[in-house]
Antibody, heavy 124, light 108 residues
Framework: EVQLVESGGGLVQPGGSLRLSCAASGFTFSSYWMSWVRQAPGKGLEWVANIKQDGSEKYYVDSVKGRFTISRDNAKNSLYLQMNSLRAEDTAVYYC?????????????????WGQGTLVTVSS | EIVMTQSPATLSVSPGERATLSCRASQSVSSNLAWYQQKPGQAPRLLIYGASTRATGIPARFSGSGSGTEFTLTISSLQSEDFAVYYCQQYNNWPQGTFGQGTKVEIK
């Protein structure tokens, strides 16, 4: 059974940092692109970042470029999101999600499994 | 950025009735369109990808259609567990996939 379990959320002041983790199990983690997707309270979904199977390629939504860093440790079956210079508008539930593989070593871009999410609140 | 617009925002349907949800893209996304279901306090669940292919374990009462800029999710006979928010997502503009704002399906 595919499982994705996020952790690391919490309350942080504007300008602060937080590191989210996602523990994966039930599939060959190193064979998949992985993503972070967020959802502000009462709002819709927003893709945040993704990372290639070997970590060699990473992509970000414009609003987090230069502030967030996605990474992974395939030996630990874990995905991470380092969030710096946090803003109030980063307040959201952050989901870890699996990207099914497509041809050419890329992913399709939709998400077939999601974790339960971890809440990040940026407030003074 | 490709903007996805869903309609209606809220759909009131009686159990057993048919529900039709719409999703429009600001430019063509070919068939690179997915649908998700989200219940309160839960993560989204993939229902449809490739505009019309049901994901693993999704009941046949869920069907997707469309291509280009106009897409539809149909739930043929609503069950109690189907009352939820539904999101469409385009992934044609990889990796910048974008979601619609959601349609809430509520009990009439």
């Amino acid at each position: 059974e595919v499982q994705l379990v996020e952790s690391g959320g919490g309350l942080v002041q504007p300008g602060g940092s937080l590191r989210l983790s996602c523990a994966a199990s039930g599939f060959t983690f190193s064979s998949y692109w992985m993503s972070w997707v967020r959802q502000a309270p009462g709002k819709g979904l927003e893709w945040v970042a993704n990372i290639k199977q070997d970590g060699s390629e990473k992509y970000y939504v414009d609003s987090v470029k230069g502030r967030f860093t996605i990474s992974r440790d395939n030996a630990k079956n874990s995905l991470y999101l380092q969030m710096n210079s946090l803003r109030a508008e980063d307040t959201a539930v952050y989901y870890c999600a699996r990207d099914p593989p497509a041809a050419g070593g890329y992913s399709y871009g939709y998400f077939d499994y999601w974790g339960q999410g971890t809440l990040v609140t940026v407030s003074s | 950025e490709i903007v996805m617009t869903q309609s209606p925002a809220t759909l009131s349907v009686s159990p057993g009735e048919r529900a039709t949800l719409s999703c429009r893209a600001s430019q063509s996304v070919s068939s690179n369109l997915a649908w998700y279901q989200q219940k309160p306090g839960q993560a989204p669940r993939l229902l449809i990808y490739g505009a019309s292919t049901r994901a693993t374990g999704i009941p046949a009462r869920f069907s997707g259609s469309g291509s280009g800029t106009e897409f539809t999710l149909t739930i043929s006979s609503l069950q109690s567990e189907d009352f939820a928010v539904y999101y469409c997502q385009q992934y044609n503009n990889w990796p910048q996939g974008t979601f619609g704002q959601g349609t809430k399906v509520e009990i009439k």
